[in-house]
Structures are given as structure tokens and as C-alpha cells.
């Protein structure tokens, strides 16, 4: 064959293959939880493209972006209203999108966007019921990389609207809300991340995959402060079966920096949400953060065990009052354990003693306490003296 016509047909053949495997193949997208930044937790409903731009030059400019955040992510408030022909536009706010977009993608880093199945987002700006393939069409034409996507008014507009008394129809027609948006998405030909809001209604983590999920809430909103942060890493319990690369579930974004939290709190939250291998999004504000808050979100130690390429979520193993053991097993064999004491201070009087045998494991154990980075041997039954609402993260790469 001519080398024209051999290549012709060679590209013409492995680029139906390329497209013919788009469709079919899994999603190849967020093989490790999605990082990034979400202007939801510090801004709310005053976000403007102003501060997404600023939110793309800090992490850049704070190592951030070189640490593994590279998403963008505008949360609710950037919608205005529908033209004659049903195509969404911006608000004030956001004067235009596709500039947005390429400024972000100027400094290396994603563009993340929101939207609801109903006729209204959760702030109460349009929203993408029956408009689903010219929204998703709209983000690909912007050059958006992540769609999260918030069930709130689908709740009154169509499942108790459609089916008043009939729960289990009501979650038959938000998974099918969850399903067309997918669909939409994939018909665009971008890829883009796809992340459901629904705050764990019926198992999501059972059914979310499957509806296109790469990443799922699994609770209600989180809050800065040790009480909301606490009960959402208990109700994560239970749920690391149904995490792995692709498909993550997802304990709310990171309220590292914000509110009240003491430093110890800071450290426990981004510990146990990299231990949870969630999506480690930071809602802070990037501007003004502190010294001590930057080596908290860039802590690589920290970092790589969220984005351990095996994606295995971590397992509680377990409480003895009011300290609580987790583990998860990383890849190379190596396995990280995490001791929380979600108590009063522990002294040397009546310290927490930790049980290796209750992790399977016997004899000293040699690893790196991830926030001191110093070297650390654990051995059974050694008493272990934590601050408050503190954490001991410790890596084992040769558990025995
Ligand atoms: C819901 C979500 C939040 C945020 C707001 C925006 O409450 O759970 O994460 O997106 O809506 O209105």
C-alpha cells in the first residue's frame, strides 16, 4: 500500500477504534480522587470570576497546584436566566465562562462547574431539568472539566410531584436524573469529572457507578467545625467496599482553614479524608491563608496516601472510648494507620495503649509519623499520649 493510503487508513481505522472505545470503555477519569479547590465553603452565594481567577493564581502560586490540586471548582450562584432558544447564560457575577475557562487552563490547572437535575439549583438559579444535553453541550463549549451536580429541587419539582406516596419511585426517577446527565456528558465527547450531590440518599454508593458516578456524596453538608467533622468520618464507616479508581465516595469538601477549627482539628480532617481516599477539594480562602494551614494541605506524605494508586479506602478497626484506630492498606504492601482521640487530652497518667494484635499485626513496626516526619516504631500495647481532637498518621511500608 502507498504510505499515504497506509497511513490514511491506519488513522482512519484507530480513530473509530479511539471513538468506538470512548463510548464503551470505563471511565478513564479520576483514577485517584479528584484535588482541587471549590468555592463553596468560604464564598457561598458571593463567589465571583474574580475569585475563581485569584483561587487559579494561589494555587499555583502556593506549590498547591504542583502538590496535586488542579481542580477549579465554581459551585451554585454563577447561573443567570435562559434565552428564547433555552441556552443557559451567566450572571453578573461571571461575565464570561470561556474566558474563565481558558485562564484556568492557561495556568495548567481545571475548570469545574455546578448544576442541579431540577428546574433550580440549591441557592435558587436555573437549573438543568429538560435541558440536560444543551447544558452539558454549553460546559463542553466552555471547556469545563467537572460537573457537580446537586439533586435539590428534582426533590419538590419531580419525585414527590411525580410519585407523592411512592418512595421507592421517587428514588427510581433520581437515579434516572443521575443517568440522563451522564449521557449528556458522554455524548459531548469531553471528558468531564461527574460528580453526584444527592447527600447519600438510598446507598448511593450502590447504585452510583453504575449511573456514571466518579464520585458521590455520601452525607449532608459538611460545617467547620469538630462536631459535623466527627460524625461524618463515623458515618463513613462501612462504605470502603464501594470506593476504587474511577469511583470515590465523597464525605463533603475540605473545611481545612475555615471556622473555628483548632490546628489539631485542621490536622485530623485532612488526615482522615486522605485516609477515606476522598476527594480532597479545599474550600478556603487561598488569599489569606496561614503558614500553618498551607503545610496542612500540602503535606505530600498526607497527600499520597489519599492518592495511592491501589484506592483502597480505609476501614475503621477499632474504638476503645473515645479513640478510634483506622487503617488502610496501600500499595507496595505498605499500610498506614491512623489513632484519633476524639476525647479530652490524654496524659502519661492514663494514656491510650494501641493494640497491634487488633490490626493483625505483631512485633515492632517501623514507619514515619506523617506529621512530625520523624521515624517512629509501634509495638503492642505502647502507650500513646494524644492532644484533643488530634491525631497520631503513621506509615508502615513493611507491616509484618
Ligand atoms: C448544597 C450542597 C452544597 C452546596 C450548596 C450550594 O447544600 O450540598 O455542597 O453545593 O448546595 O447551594
Same mark, same amino acid.
Given at each position: 500500500m502507498h504510505r499515504f493510503a497506509a497511513f490514511f487508513v491506519t488513522t482512519v481505522v484507530l480513530g473509530s477504534l479511539t471513538a468506538a472505545a470512548q463510548n464503551s470503555? &470505563?471511565?478513564?477519569? #479520576?483514577q485517584t480522587p479528584p484535588m482541587g479547590w471549590n468555592?463553596?465553603?468560604?464564598?457561598?452565594?458571593?463567589?465571583t470570576d474574580q475569585d475563581i481567577r485569584h483561587a487559579a493564581d494561589q494555587l499555583v502560586a502556593t506549590g498547591m497546584k504542583d502538590a496535586g490540586y488542579v481542580y477549579v471548582n465554581i459551585d451554585d450562584t454563577w447561573e443567570g436566566d435562559r434565552d428564547a432558544n433555552g441556552v443557559l447564560h451567566t450572571n453578573s457575577k461571571f461575565p464570561d465562562m470561556k474566558a474563565l475557562a481558558d485562564y484556568v487552563h492557561s495556568k495548567g490547572l481545571k475548570l469545574g462547574i455546578y448544576s442541579s437535575?431540577? &428546574?433550580?439549583?440549591? #441557592?435558587?438559579y436555573a437549573a438543568s431539568l429538560d435541558h440536560e444535553v444543551q447544558d452539558a453541550q454549553l460546559y463542553a463549549s466552555w471547556g469545563i472539566d467537572y460537573l457537580k451536580y446537586d439533586l435539590c429541587s428534582f426533590r419538590s419539582a419531580a419525585m414527590t410531584a411525580q410519585a407523592p406516596s411512592d418512595k421507592a419511585e421517587q428514588m427510581r426517577l433520581m437515579i434516572a436524573a443521575y443517568e440522563k446527565m451522564d449521557k449528556a456528558l458522554k455524548s459531548t465527547g469531553r471528558p468531564i469529572v461527574y460528580s453526584f450531590c444527592?447527600?447519600?440518599?438510598?446507598?448511593?454508593?450502590?447504585w452510583g457507578p453504575s449511573a456514571g458516578a466518579n464520585l458521590w456524596r455520601t452525607t449532608g453538608d459538611i460545617q467547620a467545625n469538630w462536631n459535623s467533622i466527627y460524625s461524618i468520618l463515623n458515618e463513613q464507616?462501612?462504605?470502603?467496599?464501594?470506593?476504587g479508581p474511577g469511583h470515590w465516595n465523597d464525605p463533603d469538601m475540605l473545611e481545612v482553614g475555615?471556622?473555628?477549627?483548632?490546628l489539631a482539628e485542621n490536622r485530623t480532617h485532612f488526615s482522615m479524608w486522605a485516609m477515606l481516599a476522598a476527594p480532597l477539594l479545599a474550600g478556603n480562602d487561598l488569599p489569606n491563608m496561614k503558614p500553618e494551614i498551607h503545610d496542612i494541605l500540602t503535606n505530600r506524605d498526607v497527600i499520597a496516601i489519599d492518592q495511592d494508586p491501589l484506592g483502597h479506602e480505609a476501614t475503621r478497626a477499632y474504638s476503645d472510648g473515645e479513640v478510634d484506630v483506622w487503617t488502610r492498606d496501600l500499595s507496595g504492601g505498605a499500610r498506614a494507620i491512623a489513632v484519633i482521640n476524639a476525647g479530652s487530652d490524654r496524659y502519661s497518667t492514663h494514656p491510650f495503649h494501641l493494640s497491634l494484635a487488633k490490626l493483625g499485626l505483631s512485633g515492632p513496626q517501623k514507619g514515619k509519623d506523617l506529621w512530625t516526619g520523624k521515624e517512629i516504631t509501634l509495638t503492642d500495647d505502647m502507650p500513646i499520649e494524644i492532644a484533643s481532637h488530634d491525631i497520631l498518621l503513621v506509615r508502615i511500608p513493611e507491616p509484618k
Open positions: 470503555a &470505563p471511565s478513564q477519569l #479520576a468555592s463553596w465553603n468560604y464564598f457561598a452565594g458571593r463567589v437535575p431540577g &428546574p433550580q439549583t440549591c #441557592a435558587g444527592q447527600y447519600g440518599w438510598d446507598a448511593v454508593w450502590e464507616a462501612g462504605l470502603a467496599k464501594y470506593a475555615n471556622g473555628k477549627l483548632s
